[in-house]
């Protein structure tokens, strides 16, 4: 069965490295940068847990034409990328391909299924960290299984997910997970603002307030809509704001796990700011916002968030945590 990854960046030479170092018959689509590097370098990836994979045999192609033979695509491109990837898929994919979106977001399922009308799409959800470390190293550098939604399609490919140590975790359904992340992803905006690595961005408290701030406002709005947010670390969702408003020794003592990252791992916000890419914020933060307009109500502090993003976009500078706050408070 072929598997092609679409988009192939972080996530995608990462999973689909995982794949192919596991046996399974991967190929790569994604842009000139990204196939000069793994041309000249290979893959090599690596993870928290000390793995060092080297796959040097891969085939990464820039046309979608390459999409063709596909019995599997994953589908690994920014939300903002998800249309125009889609639209390029459907004139080159077979009937009744699998398509499995790794994204954050909530709708770019919506979008895959709206162009994709003779396939299968299936959303799906990585809850670790990759950073690109240069010549064509990957680095896990934080844990989780990748969630989908459970589909018979997918039931040829479980156990070459399982075999590359990427076991795939099926949800009956997947939104309520997808939300759970987007909560998480909050803090891509904060994370990206602070210009800090995530552990040292979370340990301290004034940056944490900051995403308390947003989570706060946004299960509110989650509530008044009626959606339950899945439970998908070892605390409920709801009880986010008040574990990260804890004093930094309280919450080293109590939620020690959350720093116990990788000291290099960064959001992959802060990685489109710095490489002057678009970010993902209208997806993340803008999810939120949406759900306050069809209440006719405001969310002031998502959609400052999302402000000082765009304004980074094109002019970053980094801001201090107390500042932040004051900003996010106004
Ligand atoms: N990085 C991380 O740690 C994590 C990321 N995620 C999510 O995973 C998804 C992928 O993120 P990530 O891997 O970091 O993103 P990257 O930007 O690293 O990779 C996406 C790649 O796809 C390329 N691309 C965009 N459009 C097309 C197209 N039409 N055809 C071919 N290639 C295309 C991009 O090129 P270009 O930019 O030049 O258009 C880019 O190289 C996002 O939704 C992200 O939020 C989830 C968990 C963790
Ligand atoms: C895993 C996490 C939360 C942080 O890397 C992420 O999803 C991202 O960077 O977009």
Same mark, same amino acid.
């Given at each position: 069965m072929s598997i092609v990854v679409y988009g192939a960046g972080g996530i995608g030479c990462y999973v689909g490295g995982r794949l192919l170092a596991g046996g399974a018959d991967v190929a790569f689509v994604g842009r000139e940068r990204m196939a000069a590097e793994?041309?000249?370098?290979?893959?090599?990836?690596?993870?928290?847990?000390?793995?060092?994979?080297?796959?040097?045999?891969?085939?990464?192609?820039?046309s979608p034409e390459a999409a063709g033979?596909?019995?599997?695509? &994953? @589908?690994?491109?920014?939300?903002? =990328?998800?249309? +125009?990837?889609? %639209?390029?898929?459907?004139?080159?994919?077979?009937?009744?391909?699998?398509?499995?979106?790794?994204q954050n977001g909530i709708r770019n399922g919506?979008?895959?299924?709206?162009?994709?009308?003779?396939?299968?799409?299936?959303?799906?959800?990585?809850?670790?960290?990759?950073?690109?470390r240069g010549q064509g190293v990957f680095h896990q550098g934080t844990a989780g299984a990748l969630d989908v939604q459970e589909h018979s399609g997918l039931?040829?490919?479980v156990g070459g997910f399982a075999k590359a140590g990427l076991p795939l975790k099926q949800h009956?359904?997947?939104?309520?997970?997808?939300?759970?992340? &987007? @909560?998480?992803?909050?803090?891509? =905006?904060?994370? +990206?603002?602070? %210009?800090?690595?995530?552990r040292d961005e979370l340990s301290q408290r004034t940056y944490r307030r900051c995403l308390a701030a947003a989570q706060a406002e946004s299960l509110a709005l989650l509530a008044a809509h009626g959606i339950e947010p899945?439970?998908?670390?070892?605390?409920?969702?709801?009880l986010f704001p008040a574990v990260l408003r804890l004093p930094d020794f309280l919450f080293s003592?109590?939620?020690?796990?959350?720093?116990?990252?990788?000291?290099?791992?960064?959001?992959?916000?802060?990685?489109?700011?710095?490489?002057?890419?678009?970010?993902?914020?209208?997806?993340?933060?803008?999810?939120?916002?949406?759900l306050a307009e069809a209440l006719g109500r405001k969310a002031p502090v998502n959609a400052k968030l999302i402000e000082l993003i765009h304004k980074a976009e094109t002019n970053h500078h980094p801001w201090p945590g107390p500042e932040l706050l004051r900003e996010l408070q106004r």
């Open positions: 793994v041309a000249t370098h290979g893959l090599r990836l690596t993870d928290y847990l000390g793995a060092d994979l080297r796959v040097a045999e891969v085939r990464y192609e820039t033979a596909a019995d599997l695509v &994953l @589908l690994t491109v920014k939300s903002a =990328a998800t249309e +125009a990837a889609a %639209d390029e898929l459907a004139g080159v994919v077979k009937p009744g391909t699998v398509v499995v979106s790794f919506d979008v895959l299924r709206e162009r994709l009308t003779d396939q299968v799409v299936v959303p799906g959800m990585v809850p670790f960290n990759v950073l690109n039931a040829p490919y009956d359904d997947i939104l309520p997970v997808q939300w759970s992340k &987007l @909560l998480l992803n909050l803090n891509n =905006a904060i994370n +990206a603002l602070s %210009d800090l690595p995530l899945a439970r998908i670390l070892a605390v409920p969702m709801r003592r109590f939620a020690g796990s959350v720093l116990a990252i990788d000291p290099l791992a960064r959001t992959s916000m802060w990685e489109d700011l710095k490489a002057g890419r678009p970010t993902e914020i209208d997806y993340l933060n803008g999810e939120v916002v949406r």
